[in-house]
Structures are given as structure tokens and as C-alpha cells.
């Protein structure tokens, strides 16, 4: 027993900033910004919250499935940039959509809507029946805009998933090796009259080239494991929809699989942003939506991030 997908959503707010824009504000170009990442705009929070865009991306996707939020048994929701800690933001999600169920977050940074699928894919095994799955990120909120290195890379937006019983999810490959060193996002202390320690800056610190190269180090070795273990081999695979942090990564990652043509690297980078644990469930609406993404195509998902963290899935849409 495992799940398959009953329905898709996914939603960002209205607001685009574009390269141009970004580069009246501070010492970037489009052309540096396009030609190092391929991002060209992305959509940014004025007024609202990551759980405002988990919770309409959520109702779009129990739109999609035919779904009551009173049938969900569990909901779960991935994020690092919500705008609470307390209650968890998976709450107010519930609370948002009229749901009755259990409700928790999960971080795993970018990685975490792969580590999600994995966690419901448990509570199926478990006899669970119905499972909304979120990753929705306020990216905005955490980044110091006064940083180029950071600033232009992100993006806010929400992509949400509803799982029912089925046996569409085919396997996953999870790894981690922790160090804070190559991507940071400290939260800070209130007021405790006895911390002794200083108040670190609450924004993105990234070593690029760093995570660059675990990226597409571990998109590779994370698919090819997979594709091993199942048994698949690299051409029967309809699509890879890798996380969204840099076009030139997924284009690193895409030439180490020669026999999975290039167009099958999903990529929509140019419009969002990296939108960290948002990034694969907003790229597969936006594919199932076109069309594009076909009931039965054998999909694999890939994401690295914080942590660090990485990891792949297989599944059949
Ligand atoms: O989802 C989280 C995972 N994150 C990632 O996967 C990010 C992975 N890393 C990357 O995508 C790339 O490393 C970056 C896009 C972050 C940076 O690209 P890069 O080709 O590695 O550039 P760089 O860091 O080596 O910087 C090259 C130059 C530097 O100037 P100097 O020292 O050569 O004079 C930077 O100061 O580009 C400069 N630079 C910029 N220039 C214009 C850095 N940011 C900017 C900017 N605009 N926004």
C-alpha cells in the first residue's frame, strides 16, 4: 500500500519583481542574475503569509481532487520561512480550509516536499486513506535584501498535493549530512537575561559554489539509486522535476543523464525563483495543469537544500 495523486494546486502572490526591478535597488544586472541562475522575475509577498499561500494553494488542490478537507485524515505542511513557530503553520492551514484532521510541519529545507511524500507514504502504510501535502514558502520574510549574493536567487509561493490510498508512490532515496555552514537561516533570541550569546542576523547565508556542487552531486547520485534499486531504467522516465534553485544546476545535472532528453528536465525557474520546498509541488501543478503531465507517466522528483539535505522519489502521476 502506498498513495496516489488525486489532485494538484498551487498559488503565488500576485506581486512580480523583476530583474530590472531588483537592479535599481541594489548592484545586479538582469544579465548577471538570467545568465548565472536563469531566474528572470519572481513573485514576492506584500500582504501576505506562507500561510496564506499554503492555504489557497490547498483549497486549489482539494479542488482538483474532489475532496472534502473533512475527508483528510492528515495534513502536513514543509516550510522555512513561516511567519509562526506556534502554532505550527500546518495548523492554520487546517484551520484555513475548514479541516478537521491532525495537522504538523516538516522542515527539511528545500528538500522537505521529498522527505513529506516519504512521511506520508508511512502514515498509508499505516491505514490513513486521505493526505494534503504542502510546501509553501515566504522566502521574502528571510532573506537581507541589502544582499545580492542571496537576495535575487528566491521567490514565495505554495504548491499542494492530495494523496489518497493507491500504489503510485515507487520508492524514495532520503539522505542528509548536517552542516550549517553552507546554508544558514538562524532564528534570534528575544529577551532571555541569561543568553550570552550574540543575536545572529534572521537571513539566508549561502556559500553558492558549495551548494552548487553538492546539488548537482547528489541529484544525480540520488536518481541513479533510485532507478537502480526499481529496476527502471533512465529512458523510461517521462519527466525529472528537479528542485528549482538554478537553472544551470538542473542543465549540470541533465548532461550526467544521457539517455533522458533534455526537455524532460522540467524548468520553470525564469518565472519563480528558487522557492525552496515549494519549488517541486508548484512545478508538477503547473505541468499537470498544461497537460502536460499525463495520468500514468512515470515521474521522478529530485531536491537538495539546507541541511544539507537531498533526496529523491519516484512515482507514477
Ligand atoms: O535551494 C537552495 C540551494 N541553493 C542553491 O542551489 C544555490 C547554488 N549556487 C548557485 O546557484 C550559484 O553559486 C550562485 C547563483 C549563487 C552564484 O553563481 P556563481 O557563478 O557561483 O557566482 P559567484 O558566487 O562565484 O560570484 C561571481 C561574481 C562575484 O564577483 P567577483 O568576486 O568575481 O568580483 C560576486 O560578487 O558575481 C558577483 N555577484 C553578483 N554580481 C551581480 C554575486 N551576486 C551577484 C549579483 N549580481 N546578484
Known sequence: MSFNVLGSGSYVPPKIVTNEELSRQMDTSDEWIASRTGIRQRHICTTETASDLAIEAAKRALESANTDPKELDLILCATVSGEVICPSLTCLVQAGIGATCPAMDINA??????????????????????????????????????????????????????????????GYYLHAQGDKDILYIPTQNYNSPWCQRENEKPAVSMKGQGTFRYAVNAMVRDIRQLLEEKGIREEELDWVIPHQANRRIIDAAARRFPNIPNERFY????????????????????????GQLKRGDLVALAAFGGGLSDGAVLLRW
Open 267 to 290: 524548468c520553470n525557474i525564469d518565472r519563480y525563483g528558487n522557492t525552496s520546498s515549494a519549488s517541486i509541488p508548484m512545478a508538477l501543478d503547473e505541468l499537470a495543469r498544461s
Open 109 to 170: 529545507a528545500c528538500s522537505a516536499f521529498l522527505y513529506m511524500l516519504a512521511t506520508a507514504n508511512g502514515f498509508f502504510c499505516a491505514g490513513m486513506e486521505k493526505i494534503l501535502v504542502v510546501g509553501t514558502e515566504q522566502m521574502s520574510r528571510v532573506l537581507d535584501w541589502t544582499d545580492r549574493s542571496t537576495a535575487v536567487l528566491f521567490g514565495d509561493g505554495a504548491g499542494a498535493l492530495v494523496l489518497g490510498k493507491g500504489e503510485n508512490f515507487l
